[in-house]
């Protein structure tokens, strides 16, 4: 009789030793118990202690705490988008978008402009799911951590706000907007919004102290908002013009601009539910990790809107921009992530001061 041995799942290998590694990490501990730059206002519970090895806080993947969801959240995300946007090169006739490895003019190598914008696009999102989720999975380490970590989450949002803005304007405007003042000075005002909105962020958590003050709030959202608005304005201007069900992306553009979005910066914004029963959404349900579900779908949703649109303006795409316009348009992303880069490196000696002068 043919006896088949087939390999354990790759889980119930992985299991034991989990079980082995998890106990070495100390329980979580409430709010009181860790410097106030950490604390929550309503969580009072689940947190994890201040200053263990990053080998602790790198296995808290594994553990229950007020981050746990946060960090799985936008993990998940990142695998979803990565995984829906392979299926759909796959679906389009295999190979990798952006590249061709035969050149028009027969061999070599060749970039192919007009479906880098929508890579670049896939890339930034993947950042800043990952970006966000590194920083909510090791910011506790320390205080120094802390600040650069979310220096770095920063650098995402901004990279995404560029990726969004670039992959909108070449996919979904239409040919009234893209004529429009607005239209022609977009991209560079899309990157210099996305970079000062790094700028705001980065300051804002810098400089100011619990009990914070409103502008605090306020130095961040507002710079984002605004940054939000002009991204969305292609797709804002084509929903306002056009009845939603004319297209098969419209509808996804909608859903993801006005449900989504409003709800995602409301849950950003205000601390609900928690702040009702303080204490009763420390591990699960409080603002911020419904703020990161509405993200999460918000993207995929986005992206989902995207690969339509590619698909029905490729074909004129290179005509209607020409190569060299697309290029330099896709050529300012990396400066973009460079200077965004340069703008949390430069805050995080800044922090680095800072702490060193509260403890003398
Ligand atoms: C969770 O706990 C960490 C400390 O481990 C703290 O820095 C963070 O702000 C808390 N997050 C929430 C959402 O309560
Ligand atoms: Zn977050």
């Given at each position: 009789?043919?006896?088949?041995?087939?390999?354990?799942?790759?889980?119930?290998?992985?299991?034991?030793?989990?079980?082995?590694?998890?106990?070495?990490?100390?329980?979580?501990?409430?709010?009181?118990?860790?410097?106030?730059?950490?604390?929550?206002?309503?969580?009072?519970?689940?947190?994890?202690?201040?200053?263990?090895?990053?080998?602790?806080?790198?296995?808290?993947?594994?553990?229950?705490?007020?981050?746990?969801?946060?960090?799985?959240?936008?993990?998940?995300?990142?695998?979803?988008?990565?995984?829906?946007?392979?299926?759909?090169?796959?679906?389009?006739?295999?190979?990798?978008?952006?590249?061709?490895?035969?050149?028009?003019?027969?061999?070599?190598?060749?970039?192919?402009?007009?479906?880098?914008?929508?890579?670049?696009?896939?890339?930034?999102?993947?950042?800043?799911?990952?970006?966000?989720?590194?920083?909510?999975?090791?910011?506790?380490?320390?205080?120094?951590?802390?600040?650069?970590?979310?220096?770095?989450?920063?650098?995402?949002?901004?990279?995404?706000?560029?990726?969004?803005?670039?992959?909108?304007?070449?996919?979904?405007?239409?040919?009234?907007?893209?004529?429009?003042?607005?239209?022609?000075?977009?991209?560079?005002?899309?990157?210099?919004?996305?970079?000062?909105?790094?700028?705001?962020?980065?300051?804002?958590?810098?400089?100011?102290?619990?009990?914070?003050?409103?502008?605090?709030?306020?130095?961040?959202?507002?710079?984002?908002?605004?940054?939000?608005?002009?991204?969305?304005?292609?797709?804002?201007?084509?929903?306002?013009?056009?009845?939603?069900?004319?297209?098969?992306?419209?509808?996804?553009?909608?859903?993801?601009?006005?449900?989504?979005?409003?709800?995602?910066?409301?849950?950003?914004?205000?601390?609900?539910?928690?702040?009702?029963?303080?204490?009763?959404?420390?591990?699960?349900?409080?603002?911020?990790?419904?703020?990161h579900l509405l993200l999460s779908f918000c993207t995929l949703a986005q992206q989902e809107a995207l690969f339509h649109d590619f698909l029905w303006r490729r074909p004129a795409l290179l005509r209607e921009f020409g190569e060299e316009h697309l290029l330099l348009a896709c050529a300012s992303f990396p400066c973009l992530a460079f200077c965004c880069?340069?703008?949390?490196?430069?805050?995080?000696?800044?922090?680095?001061?800072?702490?060193?002068?509260?403890?003398?």
């Amino acid at each position: 009789m043919p006896v088949s041995f087939a390999p354990p799942p790759l889980f119930l290998t992985l299991l034991p030793l989990l079980s082995r590694l998890l106990p070495s990490l100390p329980p979580t501990v409430r709010d009181v118990d860790v410097p106030p730059l950490f604390r929550e206002r309503f969580i009072l519970s689940g947190y994890r202690p201040v200053g263990l090895t990053w080998r602790c806080y790198v296995l808290s993947l594994f553990q229950i705490h007020n981050e746990t969801l946060n960090v799985w959240s936008h993990l998940l995300a990142a695998a979803c988008v990565v995984t829906r946007f392979l299926l759909f090169t796959v679906l389009q006739g295999g190979g990798i978008l952006g590249f061709r490895l035969q050149g028009p003019e027969g061999q070599g190598f060749s970039l192919d402009a007009s479906s880098l914008p929508l890579v670049l696009y896939v890339f930034s999102a993947v950042i800043y799911l990952s970006c966000s989720a590194a920083a909510h999975l090791l910011q506790s380490h320390s205080e120094e951590a802390h600040y650069s970590l979310f220096f770095l989450d920063y650098v995402g949002v901004a990279v995404y706000q560029y990726g969004c803005a670039l992959a909108l304007c070449v996919y979904s405007s239409d040919a009234a907007w893209r004529q429009s003042m607005l239209g022609q000075i977009f991209l560079p005002a899309a990157a210099l919004l996305a970079w000062f909105s790094c700028i705001a962020c980065c300051y804002a958590k810098l400089r100011f102290r619990r009990p914070y003050p409103l502008h605090r709030k306020l130095c961040q959202v507002l710079p984002m908002g605004v940054a939000y608005l002009l991204d969305i304005s292609p797709v804002a201007h084509r929903l306002a013009t056009h009845s939603w069900t004319s297209n098969s992306a419209l509808p996804l553009h909608g859903l993801q601009v006005v449900v989504l979005f409003l709800l995602s910066a409301f849950f950003f914004s205000c601390p609900i539910p928690e702040r009702f029963s303080p204490g009763c959404y420390d591990i699960v349900g409080h603002g911020h990790q419904l703020f990161h579900l509405l993200l999460s779908f918000c993207t995929l949703a986005q992206q989902e809107a995207l690969f339509h649109d590619f698909l029905w303006r490729r074909p004129a795409l290179l005509r209607e921009f020409g190569e060299e316009h697309l290029l330099l348009a896709c050529a300012s992303f990396p400066c973009l992530a460079f200077c965004c880069v340069m703008t949390a490196l430069t805050m995080r000696r800044r922090a680095k001061e800072q702490l060193m002068k509260e403890q003398r």
